[in-house]
Each structure stands twice: as C-alpha cells, then as structure tokens.
C-alpha cells in the first residue's frame, strides 16, 4: 500500500492547471467587459460620446466573435498549452497598450487585436481544463473554469470600476496588465503539454449548424439573449447616473450586487439544468425580460435599482449556464468547434449589442437601449418556448462526453 503523503500531489497538479485556465478566463472576460464601468470617465478623458465610448466593447466582440472559428482550425495542430500562453502575451501588450494610448483610434485598434486573443480562449479553455483531470472529474472541471465569469462579475468588473474612481481608467488597465502577465506565468508553471485534441478544419465547422438543427436552434437563442442583454448592460452605468442620480461608489456597489446574482444564478442552475435543460434557460429568458421591465419602472431610486440588479444578475447567472449546457448536449463530438461558433455567436452579438445600444443612446436616449434590452430578451423567450421540447431539450446518450452530461 503507497504511502499516503505522495498521493495528493499527482491529484492536486491537475486542479491547479484548471484553476490557472480559471484566471485565464477572468483576466480574457474582465478586460472584455470592462469597458462597460468606465464608459463615462473613457468618454470624457478622450473626448468622445458615450456611444462612442462603447466601441470598445463593439470591436473587442467583433473580432473575438468572427475570428475564432478559423483560428481556431488554422491552429488545430499547436499544442494548447503554447496557444494558451501566445493569447496571454497579447492581452497583457493589450492592455499595457491601453493603458498608455494617447487617443482613441489606437485604442480601438489595441481592443480588435485583443479580441481576437479572447475568442480562441473561449472555445479551447473549457476542453482543455477537461483534459487536466481525469474523465470522471472533466464535467466538474468546465464547471470550475465557467465560475471564473461569476468572480469577473463580482469582484473584477466592480473592482475595476473602483479602481477608476479612486485613480484613473488608464490606472485600470495597467492593474489588468499585471494581472494578465502573472496567469501567463501561473499557465507556464502549472499546464502540462496538450496537443490539440478535436479541432476540426474550417469548412466541417460551419457545416455543423447545417447539419445540427439543435445546434441551430441553440446559436440562433444564443444570438438574440445576447444582443439584448449585453446592448442594454453595456450601457448600465449612464442609465443609472441619469435616473437614480448614482454616485460612482453607487455604481461599484450595483454591479457587485449583479454579480453576486450572477454566481447564484450560476449556482442554482447548477442544480436545475440536471432536471430541465430547456426549462432552466426558459426561466431565465424570463427573468432577464423581467429584469428589465423593472428597470424602467423601479429603477429610478437606489432601492429599486438594487432590486432590479439583483433578479439581473441571478437571471443571467441561469441563462449563462444553460446555454452553454445546451451547447455541448447539442454536438457533444465535436466540443471545440461547437464552442467556436457558440464562441462566434455569443461575441458577435456582443458587439453588435453595444454598437445598437450606442446607437440608440446617441440619438434617442439611454433609455431606449432598455427598451431595445427588452424587445431581444423578449425573443429568445419565444423562441425557446417555441421549439420542440424533443429538439432542444433531448436527454444527452450516456457515451457521451462528461461535459455533455453536466
């Protein structure tokens, strides 16, 4: 019989890789989204509109979203852990870069390229913590990594916004630099080498939704959840100035109340989707629509835009999930390109959200992206509770990959 004191190492490298990919995807969502608590300083120092201003998060989305699929497949024979580490150099230039810009276009220029990074992470990150561990642990390790998008909310983004208020936005993305060169080291130190597994040449990956009606179906909710939610989100923090007259401490406050949602939210469909998949992201259609309903009518004093940010974030936190579980039931042999055009859809519609939303606020008012918020969420509620229950919410085979299954 081993001695006991060599068995927990061969146990615990593994769990430490999946927590390196875990902070990979903190740093990659925090500098995606960050934007979004510091549209009015960003405006304001580089002397441009808000709706300008959320072009940072358009373009970052835009590249994140219709680059991964292809670069994806040009990469499939480099070694993930090598990618891994080539996409964490250019967030932490990216970021550097951003934060020593002296004027807008080359900041814009720094988020496309930066995005492009963010959007190869996204559909390889999960599979690749699944292959640290061992087979019956890889559902559980996806579920690790995808609760770095809770702590993004909770702590980086509100983090973020803090930091501003007490130094500066450029004084913010310097912070991210460093952040993002310290998992760049923590991936080096604790990630074996992981040839690449499943990636697929481009042409089989676009041809996947052609073939996969419930795949389809999933990246078509996908496309209209996202634009409404990210298209009124991105422009959270003005609404709020305008209505309920929010203080920047107020305004940290808020998105951390959004955050801690988005984690129960994330925790309570953990439990949920186990029992009904297409049930769980019907609910939080509903509750993002919901959400938003009450921003408009509560959301103009404190109280009412706690209570607003609270069923925000939970109802985020069920649909994230979901979603991504649909996903992998859908086309659960071809996981990575699968992520890919989920990756593509999900990004995509991000930028274009912000780019409506800013639309809308430059010419009609912030609170207009609301109501636009409201219209998409709306949609990919009625679509959900369109669809066959045969085709969007069929039980997963028991062969199939772990992930599928959780």
């Given at each position: 019989?081993?001695?006991?004191?060599?068995?927990?190492?061969?146990?615990?490298?593994?769990?430490?890789?999946?927590?390196?990919?875990?902070?990979?995807?903190?740093?990659?969502?925090?500098?995606?989204?960050?934007?979004?608590?510091?549209?009015?300083?960003?405006?304001?120092?580089?002397?441009?509109?808000?709706?300008?201003?959320?072009?940072?998060?358009?373009?970052?989305?835009?590249?994140?979203?219709?680059?991964?699929?292809?670069?994806?497949?040009?990469?499939?024979?480099?070694?993930?852990?090598?990618?891994?580490?080539?996409?964490?150099?250019?967030?932490?230039?990216?970021?550097?870069?951003?934060a020593v810009a002296p004027n807008y276009p080359l900041v814009l220029t720094t988020r496309l390229v930066?995005?492009?990074?963010?959007?190869?992470?996204?559909?390889?990150?999960?599979?690749?913590?699944?292959r640290l561990v061992p087979e019956r642990h890889a559902a559980r390790a996806a579920a690790v990594v995808?609760?770095?998008?809770?702590?993004?909310?909770?702590?980086?983004?509100?983090?973020?916004?803090?930091?501003?208020?007490?130094?500066?936005?450029?004084?913010?993305?310097?912070?991210?630099?460093?952040?993002?060169?310290?998992?760049?080291?923590?991936?080096?130190?604790?990630?074996?080498?992981?040839?690449?597994?499943?990636?697929?040449?481009?042409?089989?990956?676009?041809?996947?939704?052609?073939?996969?009606?419930?795949?389809?179906?999933?990246?078509?909710?996908?496309?209209?959840?996202?634009?409404?939610?990210?298209?009124?989100?991105?422009?959270?923090?003005?609404?709020?100035?305008?209505?309920?007259?929010?203080?920047?401490?107020?305004?940290?406050?808020?998105?951390?109340?959004?955050?801690?949602?988005?984690?129960?939210?994330?925790?309570?469909?953990?439990?949920?989707?186990?029992?009904?998949?297409?049930?769980?992201?019907?609910?939080?259609?509903?509750?993002?629509?919901?959400?938003?309903?009450?921003?408009?009518?509560?959301?103009?004093?404190?109280?009412?835009?706690?209570?607003?940010?609270?069923?925000?974030?939970?109802?985020?936190?069920?649909?994230?999930?979901?979603?991504?579980?649909?996903?992998?039931?859908?086309?659960?042999?071809?996981?990575?390109?699968?992520?890919?055009?989920?990756?593509?859809?999900?990004?995509?519609?991000?930028?274009?959200?912000?780019?409506?939303?800013g639309l809308l606020a430059d010419h009609l008012g912030v609170t207009s992206v609301v109501w636009y918020?409201?219209?998409?969420?709306?949609?990919?509620?009625?679509?959900?509770?369109?669809?066959?229950?045969?085709?969007?919410?069929?039980?997963?085979?028991?062969?199939?990959?772990?992930?599928?299954?959780?």
């Amino acid at each position: 019989m081993p001695p006991r004191d060599i068995q927990p190492r061969p146990a615990l490298r593994p769990w430490l890789g999946v927590a390196a990919i875990t902070a990979s995807l903190f740093v990659f969502l925090t500098t995606e989204l960050m934007p979004v608590g510091l549209l009015t300083p960003v405006s304001t120092s580089l002397d441009i509109s808000v709706g300008a201003a959320g072009l940072m998060v358009t373009l970052y989305g835009v590249s994140a979203g219709l680059g991964v699929p292809f670069i994806v497949a040009w990469t499939r024979r480099v070694n993930r852990r090598v990618l891994l580490s080539a996409l964490l150099v250019i967030l932490t230039l990216g970021n550097l870069v951003t934060a020593v810009a002296p004027n807008y276009p080359l900041v814009l220029t720094t988020r496309l390229v930066m995005g492009f990074a963010s959007g190869v992470f996204w559909a390889i990150g999960v599979s690749m913590a699944m292959r640290l561990v061992p087979e019956r642990h890889a559902a559980r390790a996806a579920a690790v990594v995808m609760s770095g998008i809770s702590v993004a909310a909770v702590a980086g983004i509100p983090l973020g916004t803090a930091l501003e208020s007490l130094t500066g936005w450029r004084t913010t993305f310097l912070v991210w630099a460093g952040l993002s060169a310290l998992v760049l080291l923590a991936v080096a130190v604790l990630i074996p080498s992981l040839p690449s597994a499943n990636a697929v040449p481009v042409r089989e990956v676009f041809a996947l939704p052609l073939r996969n009606a419930r795949l389809r179906s999933v990246l078509l909710a996908v496309v209209l959840f996202v634009l409404g939610h990210f298209g009124a989100y991105t422009f959270v923090r003005p609404y709020l100035e305008g209505g309920a007259s929010a203080t920047p401490l107020f305004i940290t406050m808020v998105l951390m109340i959004y955050g801690a949602g988005g984690a129960a939210g994330n925790l309570l469909a953990g439990h949920t989707v186990g029992r009904s998949l297409r049930g769980s992201f019907i609910a939080g259609c509903a509750g993002l629509t919901a959400s938003l309903l009450l921003l408009l009518a509560i959301g103009h004093g404190p109280a009412g835009a706690v209570i607003t940010m609270v069923l925000w974030g939970l109802s985020f936190g069920v649909v994230q999930l979901s979603q991504v579980n649909l996903t992998q039931a859908a086309a659960p042999e071809t996981f990575e390109a699968a992520m890919s055009l989920n990756t593509m859809a999900y990004n995509t519609s991000i930028a274009l959200g912000a780019l409506f939303g800013g639309l809308l606020a430059d010419h009609l008012g912030v609170t207009s992206v609301v109501w636009y918020g409201v219209a998409l969420t709306a949609a990919a509620l009625l679509l959900a509770l369109g669809t066959r229950r045969g085709t969007a919410a069929r039980a997963v085979p028991d062969d199939a990959p772990a992930a599928a299954r959780g």
